[in-house]
């Protein structure tokens, strides 16, 4: 029987578009693909210029970044039908990193998140990404979209604001005390903006619902001069050509160290997002992508990104989901709707100067309520209180302090639960039955003798239950002679775990008791040899195959 050769580690980072070409492209393929790079463009095109605006930057960064990182996505990536562009996650981390360190300091950062989504890739951390809890990942996307409906707060209402204020409950007080310039006109517009997306959602799904909205409100802008603020007014006609690439200013060891965390956050976020959406592709094309590959694609991606001036970029789930249902057969789907946006800016560019900025917030509001997980929450209302916890204290950090803290905190207290849960199905528990079949009745060679006591451990041997193995010692009375200690449901023991059986042993010395382990796995043995604990058996411990064996060996001691 002839055996499969393993494949090649270099195959996990070919790219799909390199796949799906040599698989065999058709013009009919071709066709499909440009039609759904154009659907995808045209809902992109707002939505790009909406989440520059709103992360404190320009909308021509956000132009910028869908063209050149929603190219290099598609190109590079692991995914085929994957769409990248700037997306609503990343809204309040670039808002805080050009609030405190200017864009330069975002160029740079992403520049530096690129190259960690780069290494990531190469060490193959792709599948570890997916062991963030759920409860965390909805609790700071759940905080995100707050942060972004609040910080439209200014233009669905026409306030007049020369900056918002960062933080949140700094944000709302500013809102409050600017009521009185309140513009009906800029309300009108955000409203209507935001009755057209949500009917043409409902009743036409397959329009383009984001930009018939704009499109609307900037005719009427422009036909009745309305006196609210546009695009055009507030940051100038937009360019009409991409900027040629250079090396972000300002970059040294001082300066990367300082946006270190920063960077990490925009890896981790894009990390995250970009693998979520090709999951959900997964599943609606019955594929599978490459994880390591798509991080890979992401960091290269990135680091154009920043070349050129834009902003972070990561796979964006609601237009590749677009792009599906539009007919997207392959990468070049993503790389077309790249290049319908460029061609955008290039002939475009002028109209965009008389979008209303209240009609991009209501666009936002869309996005934020999409972002919002309230299906998820509700669902995760009914999970135990822990997570329930984790998640609502990921939401109110998110919200209220730094969503880099949110992540840190909400992870950390994910493991915490986790590992008390672990450690409560660790049990100890007297030998009445075999260790791989619980109903076999117990054998008459498996007597023990007077002196000797016998206790099993169940599940893993970590940090968070070898304090309940020193525990068993301390409450022994009389102290027996022997100690049997079964290790056949023990999959894993860390070096915790090795601390605690030596601190075990120390105990029993103590008390004159001698210990005899049984039925230790391959996993376990081998971590206990490597850490010198098999080396010092002799007048204190020894170990036995099987509990028999044990028992054999307790009786012996005996006679």
Known sequence: MLKSSPVPWWHLYIPKLYTALREGYSLRSFRSDTLAGLTVAIV????????????GATPDKGLITAVIAGFLISALGGSRVQIGGPTG???????????????????????????????????????????IPQPVITGFTAGIAVIIFSSQIRDLFGLEIEKVPGDFIQKWETFWAARDSFNLYAFGLSTLALAVIILLRKFAPQLPAFLIAVICASFLTLGFSFPVVTIGSAFGELPSSIPMPSVPDGISVARMMELMPSAFTIAFLAGIESLLSAVVADGMIDRRHRSNCELVG???????????????ATGAIARTVTNIRSGAKTPVAGIMHALFILLAMLFLAPLASYIPLAALA??????????SEHEKIRHLLKAPFGEQLVMVLT?????????????????????ILFMHQMSEHADFIEPEVDDLDPNKPKHTDQELPDGVMAYRLRGPL?????????????QLNPAPKIFILRLGLVPMVDASGEAALRTFLDRCKKKDIFVIFSNLQ?????????????DGEGDDYLFAADYQDSVRMAKAYFV
């Not at 992401?298 to 972070?312: D, L, R």
């Not at 302090?401 to 905190?409: Q, R, Y």
Request: hydrophobic share 65%; aromatic share 10%; net charge positive.
């Open 298 to 312: 992401q960091g290269v991606a990135n680091c154009a990104s920043a070349f050129f001036g834009g902003m972070p």
């Open 89 to 131: 996650a990343f809204v309040v981390v670039v808002f805080n990193v050009i609030a405190q360190h200017g864009y330069d300091g975002l160029v740079i950062a992403t520049l530096m998140a690129g190259v960690m989504l780069m290494v990531a890739g190469y060490a193959r951390l792709g599948n570890w990404i997916k062991f």
């Open 44 to 55: 992109a095109i707002p939505l790009a210029m909406a989440l520059g605006i709103a992360s």
């Open 395 to 415: 939401f109110v950090l998110t919200v209220a302090v730094d969503l880099t803290v949110a992540i840190e905190v909400g992870v950390v207290l994910a493991a």
């Open 522 to 534: 391959p996993g376990p043995r081998k971590v206990l040899k490597r850490m010198g604990l098999l």
């Open 462 to 474: 970590f940090f968070g239950v070898g304090s309940r193995l020193i525990d068993v010692v301390e």
């Open 362 to 371: 209501a666009v936002l509001v869309v996005v934020a309520w999409n972002m």
